[in-house]
């Protein structure tokens, strides 16, 4: 089965305690991205990968970290967690555009976040 | 002025009408055009995307797009309660970015 699968679903951490969410796809995908939700802003993205070894920030990078070493994977890192992380974080992945199959981007299931 | 916009609802109506979503957007250069549904607690699904103006129906969903007055709308017909989600509208711009708007709630009552 396609999908993105991302771990943990919840996590609940104080601040300043480095912590990692994974994601990862079996769907081959170049692009991969990590968003966060947050009630009245919307989606949000925060870091994107073209392929591995290619990451680039996108609007709201600051306080995380990616790496894109295997195409498959492309964990988040919040090297210092603060309170004003707390949030639902996505990560997605999608293939390269085609007329057929449009600009389609798969979601994880979501990681719910709580920094204390 | 955000790049994209959408009434945030809760937009509400009876079961087995018609449900009708706008969202409008800044970049005139976009080209694609892209409807998620996000049930409350679970990651945004797609349900439609556009490129060209006009319509676009699949089932009960048709999207509808005006380049020259910069808005897409998403029609639910016939509305059912598990239609009830935010629907987010998703647009990638001239520079090929995805910007999402904040969503709009819909809730469809038996």
């Known amino acids: 089965e396609a999908q993105v699968t991302q771990n943990p679903r919840y996590l609940i951490t104080v601040t300043g305690k480095k912590l990692t969410v994974t994601c990862s796809q079996n769907m081959n995908h170049e692009y991969m991205s990590w968003y966060r939700q947050d009630p009245g802003l919307g989606l949000r993205q925060i870091y994107y990968?073209?392929?591995?070894?290619?990451?680039d920030k996108g609007d709201v990078p600051e306080g995380y970290k990616v790496s894109r070493k295997e195409k498959r994977n492309f964990p988040l890192i919040l090297e210092s967690p603060s309170p004003n992380q707390t949030s639902l974080y996505f990560c997605?992945?999608?293939?390269?555009?085609?007329?057929?199959?449009?600009?389609?981007?798969?979601f994880g299931a979501g990681t719910r976040l709580s920094v204390l | 002025q955000k790049e994209v916009e959408q009434n945030s609802g809760p937009l509400s109506v009876p079961e087995g009408a018609i449900a009708s979503l706008n969202c409008t957007y800044s970049?005139?250069?976009?080209?694609?055009f892209f409807w998620y549904r996000q049930y409350s607690g679970k990651s945004p699904e797609l349900i439609m995307f556009i490129y060209s103006n006009g319509d676009k129906e699949d089932g009960r969903f048709t999207a509808q797009l005006n380049k020259a007055s910069q808005y897409v709308s998403l029609l639910i017909r016939d509305s059912q309660p598990s239609d009830s989600a935010t629907y987010l509208c998703?647009?990638?711009?001239?520079?090929?970015?995805?910007?999402f708007g904040q969503g709009t709630e819909l809730s469809v009552k038996p």
């Open positions: 970049d005139r250069g976009s080209q694609s």
């Open positions: 998703a647009v990638r711009n001239q520079g090929g970015k995805l910007i």
């Open positions: 990968s073209m392929n591995v070894e290619v990451t």
């Open positions: 997605a992945s999608k293939r390269r555009q085609t007329p057929l199959t449009g600009d389609i981007q798969y």
